[in-house]
């Protein structure tokens, strides 16, 4: 794991500068912020600005925790019932949700999913009471099985970022690579063939639909989004799970939603080689408040342990970010060059 340690003084640094910030904005979701993110992220510390630039250019290591980084747990209040019902204006988690997001911009740019909680940039992590055993980020007594994010979708994340308000009973995130895995040279060459059909993962469906607010041209983007989505759902197109450099190749893998048909054994046993490799491998880190954790997208799997939720205010709570090194390639989907939801 590549860590990177706030010092007492960095964090004083960082408090002044999201303190002025809080006076200006009142979201992240704010369009200028979102436009000067970037250009204000370089008043970050500048050791902490030093390691995420090495985290991003060498790719030591899929996993970054950023620590040091106080919570006031009383200050940002109970953990929500619903990511519905804490997003906008009026955040308790303002300050952190700013420090946040000028630490993923200097990754990339933070993306949104119009099929996400309504096209959010910053999403919330927490139990929900009808998520309990379904295989989302709001579930809770289900393992999430280890994946690559959006691993379907062609514009996925380069990066995922996470940060740990409240996280009480000490619950993993599950992470993976093929770091220290020497798969056969015939399976890796299975692998790069596009004979891997995958679904979409559940937290893109229509049924989780919340909100139609908006002008018609954007209903009408996210309708298309949608049966884009669910033609996807219904008829699995097929792709490669390795692809760029062939030593330490990038990863495209979310096994729950991949099934090989029958009739090529070939690429059924290559999947079933490397998810086994990526399962003997697996490790653990239970995030604590304040950390900022950030997964190479194309590097690294990552999932959840399965826990107990109590729904009663005290529950774990992330908030996460979604990070992109390069907007053009989702261009065609974004309504303006500068927006950054992808319909």
């Known amino acids: 794991m590549f860590r990177i340690e706030l010092t007492q003084s960095d964090v004083a640094e960082a408090d002044a ?9 009142r979201s992240v979701e704010d369009p200028a912020f979102v436009r000067e993110a970037t250009v204000i992220a370089h008043e970050l510390p500048r050791a902490l600005r030093a390691g995420l630039t090495e985290f991003r250019l060498t790719e030591p290591h899929p996993l970054c925790v950023v620590g ?45 999913w119009s099929t996400q909680q309504d096209g959010r940039l910053l999403h919330d992590v ?20 280890w994946h690559i994010e959006d691993a379907f979708h062609p514009m996925r994340t380069d990066y995922v970022g996470l940060m740990c308000l409240r996280n009480p009973d000490g619950v993993n995130t599950t992470y993976g690579s093929l770091e220290g895995i020497d798969l056969p040279t015939d399976v890796v060459e299975v692998l790069r063939q596009e004979r891997f059909p995958i679904r979409p993962d559940r937290s ?20 298309r989004s949608y049966e884009w989505i669910s033609g996807l759902d219904a008829n699995p197109e097929p792709i490669a ?62 999932g959840r342990e399965p826990f107990t939720a109590r729904f009663d205010g ?15 390639k989702s261009r065609a989907h974004r309504r303006s060059a500068d927006a950054r939801t992808i319909y």
């Open 126 to 145: 927490f139990p929900i009471k009808e998520h309990q055993y379904e295989q989302l980020g709001s579930g809770s007594e289900e393992l999430l099985t």
């Open 241 to 302: 799970v390795l692809f760029g450099p062939q030593e330490n190749p990038y990863l495209r893998l979310d096994p729950y939603f991949m099934e090989v048909p029958a009739s090529d054994p070939e690429a059924a046993a290559a999947l079933d080689t490397i998810v086994k490799a990526i399962d003997a491998n697996i490790a653990g880190y239970a995030l604590k408040p304040g950390e900022v954790l950030f997964l190479d997208n194309y590097r690294g799997t990552h």
């Open 314 to 328: 005290t529950d774990r709570w992330l908030t996460r970010l979604n990070i992109a090194r390069d907007l053009r």
């Open 204 to 223: 893109h469906l229509a049924a989780n639909r919340q909100n139609d607010d908006g002008d018609e041209q954007l209903r009408r983007l996210r309708d």
């Open 17 to 25: 500068l999201v303190a002025s910030l809080a006076e200006r904005y």
């Open 68 to 112: 040091g980084y106080p919570i006031d747990d009383d200050r940002i209040g109970p953990t929500p019932a619903h990511w519905k019902d804490c997003g906008g204006e009026g955040r308790p988690t303002l300050a952190e949700d700013l420090f946040f997001y000028l630490c993923a911009s200097l990754l990339g740019d933070p993306i949104a």
